[in-house]
């Protein structure tokens, strides 16, 4: 039998056998069971087909961890429109850029990010916006739980979807420094849903604390995986240590996910405060990017009591595709240090490979280097409006297989290690930022000759964003004046952190940087790099 994949699967579940259980904490206290939930989402469905919204169009949305993230999410795409959550720090002309791009009909954003909206209203499709605490925002904006209240709880009819039919676009930053939009359908959503469900160990008795950005590809997959399952979400408008720790406490959470610097500022706030670490529960994390060092992974495990499962993946595969979550392999003898600062194996239904640049398999020798590679339903469909990219990104090394830009080795278990990356994306604080995309908007300065970006070792960002900086013949540039000129043109997190000046960079005698030589500098001596 062959049954469609779909998003709504994961709400109808939840609503039809956990229907007075509490679904969702809003940051501010009130808790929804998932019946009230399921009705909040039918309001909010039919206030969008009062608008004229129909199916195929795409709503997007500009919120932290939020009630009605999760509201807006089920209410586009139970009608067969397309959900696009955004990345709430950028700056205006990013928005305008992925506003176009998406061709969105609707804009929904939260009065503490619409600031960076209101500019741009005129210059994008969307001739409705609407605004959680319109009240605050400049500029004319309807008023979000008014929208909400003005539609019918009645479930809505549901059009026909097809399990191939888009299902949201998340937004990535490219090399070129535009950003892709990345277009998962239903059914690739549902199956990522499924497999995370299995290695994260979810049950219908968790309750999961929203410590991770919902919009980082629909927050890792866990807005569907919880809601199926009928646990529980708690909301974190955004993340804070101390109201991690008593949010964990107070709602007896049992998990929750976090980027190292996330990690970082937990172990900050209990070696400076000592709370308390756990309710009556067992707590179990999951943390993706850059591998957190040993020490970190100890602090966490032995002085906070949780344990920690490191995943592995990008937007692309929503992103799912390997753990470290193995007790056999973790049971061995000397293994589990090692394992812990390694991505881990292949998730379930997930073929992956590390290849030269022939597409050949590299030995499973821990040592040799090669591009990852992937095949699995968890990944997306394409990037929107480029298809060209899209064609290179599943057949650059090996036809039909998804290209990760990641280089790392595997070993004769099937484990990698990432080691670097193909595209100079450097992770900071779980946040991906394109260098060539800092990198031209210092080239724009007038006292700059050439610049080169690169990610450095930093403690609690993981990476930092690191600019070299050769001036031209007569300035006399500072740091500061360096970052001002950034502050201007990209969000906060893009800005490089450290700012070097050199007389030259190394180049190859076509004139291109050598990137890799100044990376190498700055980490030798570490443990690993990516």
């Known amino acids: 039998m062959n049954v469609p994949m779909l998003t709504t699967d994961f709400l109808d579940r939840g609503v039809e056998l956990y229907g007075d259980v509490t679904a969702v904490v809003a940051d501010d206290g009130t808790e929804y069971t998932y019946a009230e939930f399921n009705d909040r989402v039918n309001k909010l469905s039919n206030a969008l087909l009062d608008a004229g919204l129909e199916q195929g169009d795409r709503v997007a949305l500009v919120s932290g961890n939020t009630h009605y993230f999760l509201e807006t999410q089920f209410a586009v795409q139970q009608l067969g429109m397309v959900f696009v959550p955004i990345n709430y720090r950028l700056i205006a002309d990013e928005y305008e850029y992925i506003l176009n791009d998406c061709e969105a009909e609707l804009v929904i954003a939260d009065h503490a990010y619409a600031d960076e909206v209101e500019p ?44 191939e039919d888009d299902a949201s676009i998340n937004y990535t930053s490219g090399t070129t420094g ?12 549902h199956v990522h849903a499924l497999i995370l ?77 000592h709370p308390e670490t756990t309710g ?105 409006n480029k298809p060209e990219i899209t064609h290179e990104a599943f057949n650059e090394r090996a036809e039909g297989w998804f290209h990760t830009g990641d280089v790392a080795t595997i070993d004769e278990n099937g484990m990698i290690q990432i080691k670097d990356r193909r ?49 031209k013949a007569g300035a006399d540039l500072t740091g500061d004046d360096v970052r001002e000129f950034a502050r201007e043109r990209m969000a906060a997190y893009k800005i490089p952190r450290r700012v070097e000046f050199e007389d030259d960079l190394p180049e190859t005698a076509t004139g291109k940087v050598q990137k890799y030589e100044i990376r190498d500098a700055y980490w030798e001596g570490e443990r690993r790099r990516v």
């Open 423 to 471: 595209k100079d994306i450097i992770i900071t604080g779980g946040e991906n930022v394109s260098s060539i995309e800092v990198e031209d908007a210092l080239y724009d300065h007038p006292d700059v000759l050439k610049a080169a970006v690169v990610g450095t070792p930093h403690d609690d960002l993981g990476e930092q964003v690191t600019a070299i900086v050769v001036e």
């Open 178 to 189: 535009e950003p892709k939009g990345v277009v998962r359908t239903h059914r690739t959503e």
């Open 120 to 163: 741009i209203r005129e210059d994008v499709p969307a001739d409705r916006f609407v605004g959680y605490g319109a009240d605050r925002i400049d500029g004319e904006w309807d008023e979000y739980e008014d929208v909400l209240q003005s539609g019918d709880s009645t479930a809505p009819d549901r059009p026909d979807i097809d399990e």
């Open 197 to 273: 469900v299995h290695h994260m160990e979810l049950s219908d008795d968790d309750t999961y604390l929203w410590t991770l950005p919902m919009f980082h590809c629909n927050g890792w997959g866990h807005t569907y995986a919880v809601t199926g399952l009928g646990a529980t979400h708690v909301c974190q408008r955004s993340f804070d240590p101390a109201a991690t720790f008593a949010a964990i406490r107070e709602h007896d959470v049992s998990y929750l996910c976090g980027a190292p610097t996330v990690l970082n500022r937990l172990i900050e706030e209990y070696e400076t405060n």
């Open 280 to 384: 009556a529960r067992d707590v179990r994390l999951a943390t993706a990017g850059s591998p957190p060092p040993k020490a970190t992974i100890e602090q966490v495990e032995e002085s906070f009591g949780w344990r920690l499962i490191q995943l592995y993946g990008l937007t692309e595969t929503a992103p799912l595709i390997t753990t470290s979550n193995s007790p056999r392999r973790i049971g061995e003898t000397n293994r589990a240090a090692d394992i812990t600062v390694r991505q881990g194996f292949a998730t379930l239904a997930t073929q992956l490979r590390v290849v030269d640049e022939n597409g050949d398999d590299v030995p499973r020798d821990d040592e040799t280097m090669g591009e990852v590679v992937v095949k699995g339903n968890q990944v997306m469909d394409r990037y929107l």
